[in-house]
């Protein structure tokens, strides 16, 4: 629905349309087989077919909206308008508009599964929207808290509407909101409406009942409550918008949040009561610069209850608590004082108490600045008490200048560590950051989405443990940074164990070492990572158990390193216990590719639904680099054709394939000699082996030792050089009953 030349006024209700039925709405239950052809049954005996005419009533009870008593606003019908109504079964049928886009009065049709006496009705149409049998109530209605702006007319989306027939032939529908005109001065991105209180649920999920024979609704919110609501877009400065809200009080006045074209916060607040009726638009005026006032993002914090605020330094700190200063409910801004354990006064704030902000005047952030993680901690009395928390952080720095103020030596680690009731995260926009500035920043706390992260340049230790335990945590936007230096990474993600959904990496180079080390170790329901890791040289641990028990992961990143850099364990874990990995990337390092020890020690360990290994084609081993790899994948069948290396190092390839019980054919084992313990176990437990490979001629009694324990003492083909002595290779191996051939010739070796 649109309304014509965009005009609507204050104080005055929406229009009523009226839906009369034009084909069997007035049939009844009862009908005769014969009289079924009036109600146009589908050809497939799947519904009804119906056709509604939509247009406004001309009555006293309920006037249109008007600018003035002569200049009356139209409401239309858009071309794309559809509506919800609820047949004879409760089924929530979608009905179209067909004719009279741009007019007043449409027809709109569908089909029915089954006859009423009389429908309920909903618009727009809501696929998720249903009815009560018993109540009549329509449920799981959604109303946006977050609405498109239209020049001169609302969302279309936002303006519900609802009703009941009272006769079986027509429907009169009436609003379930009212609305709220807004016109800016200047040129706008979006705006926000808020109650002041934070109290008001003017949208959200709810549930809507209709009373009286006329079907007047009432709804009440159930889940999702919002306590503000924005319009998103272009608003152009001198044209009117309209934003749609529940009926209510704001009995401590509303707020205006204008996110002006020229990047900066305007704000315009009364504490006058203000009451949102059904069907009746509220004239807030124009908002100009001249009754707006440029808005100071402080880090603010909103309760719905009663909370309590307090402020705990940290062990040996020496920040001065003066740098920072506080106001409750917009009142005067006041200092800290501190009692002799380090910690803040309490300070009371939420629901009636209204809003916290704080404040400062601290170029080392709530850090004092010497890299010993030694700062203020913010902690709320009663974690069950939800806190949402906003703003810039960079206002703490200096909230008089915090856009250009500089930030290469602010940090804020263990800022909002353990603080239970923290729901929300403040805009953390720093592009320039100090080593360890968000260190463990939210560990523990009950954060449901992290804040854009822009800086592309990260210092060691800057995000290590940052959301760390925040185990509600389910969005992070993607990181940005190209260069990644020591532990920037390092358990970042931690046990976040509602996070479904991984953030894109975009490093292309690491510095130093454990960057991603237990990145999102713990993460049970992560169900998919980064598509790519784009880093080209590895650095020591740098992947270090990053999905360890990661049980929902289905498929690995792809990871696009050619070069390694010296060190040990680069992607030791790196898939340990992700117990529903399926794929993994085709070939694992070029052929090319020097390996360093334990780069892949235990890499796939208990990956039980991983079926297919990839290629392994690096000629350039080292002590342990395969260790333990595939150890546990009792779903693996198919592994590498060959593993070409020739120079072996001490336990290379040792538990490699360590109770693999569904593997039946082990990859050519291509080494002429071997090194100390290299096939140690490699083999232990496969007890679905049907054919081994080996090359071996020099060094046997250092590395098949145990190689082959616990598998099938019988039918068991081993391919082997003829040229050396038999009898050693099977005393080695402890399998006298396998039938040893000749690995050129494939003729069987009988002279043992």
Known sequence: MRILNGRVLAMKRLGKIILAAVAAVMALYGCAKENLTEKTPSSDGSGFHLTFTAEKADDDVITRAAISAEDNTVINWSENDAISVFDGDGVNCKFTLKEGAESPTGKFEGKVTKLADSYTVLYPYQEAATIDAVTGEIKVVSLKGEQTAVKGSFDSEAALMAAKSSDGSTISFRNVVGYVKIVCGFDCSGLTFSDNRNVYEMAGSMDIALSGGSGVPSATVTTDGCREVSLKGNIEAGAEYYIALLPGTLDKGFSLIFNGADGKQYNRSTTKSLTIKHGVVTNLGTSGKDNVELVTPYITFLADEKQTFTFNKGTNANINVDLFEYSVNGGAWSKFTLTEDGASNDITFGGEYGILRLRGKSPNGTSDGNNSFSSYNVQFANPEVKVRCNGDIRTLIDYEDYGMVSTKDARFSWLFKN???????????????????????????????????????LPDDCYSYMFDMCKQLTYSPDLKATTVG???????????????????????????????????????????????????????????????????????????????????????????????????QDVLFAEETALFPNICELMFKGCTSLKKAPALPSMNLNTECYKGMFTGCTSLTEVPESLPATTLYESCYENMFYGCTNLQKAPKLQAETLANSCYYYMFYGCSSLTEVWLNAVKNIDKGLPCTFNDCPSKGVTVHIRKDRDCKDIVSLLGQPHWNYVDIETGELITEF
């Open 419 to 457: 603080a239970a009731a923290l729901v929300s995260a403040p805009e953390l926009p720093m592009t320039e950051l100090a080593t360890k500035c968000y260190y463990d920043m939210f560990s523990g706390s009950s954060i449901e989405n992290a804040p854009e992260l822009p800086a592309t340049v």
């Open 486 to 584: 020591q532990n920037a990474y390092k358990c970042m993600f931690q046990s976040c164990k509602a996070l479904k959904k991984a953030p894109e990496i975009l490093a292309r180079e690491f510095t130093g070492s454990q960057n991603c080390y237990q990145m999102f170790a713990w993460c049970s329901a992560l169900e998919e990572g980064p598509s790519a890791l784009y880093v080209e040289t590895l650095m020591p641990e740098c992947y270090r158990l990053m999905f360890q028990n990661c049980s929902s992961l289905k498929k690995a990143p792809v990871i696009k390193a050619v070069k390694i850099d010296s060190g040990n364990s680069h992607c030791l874990s790196m898939f340990s216990k992700c117990t529903s990995l399926e794929t993994v």
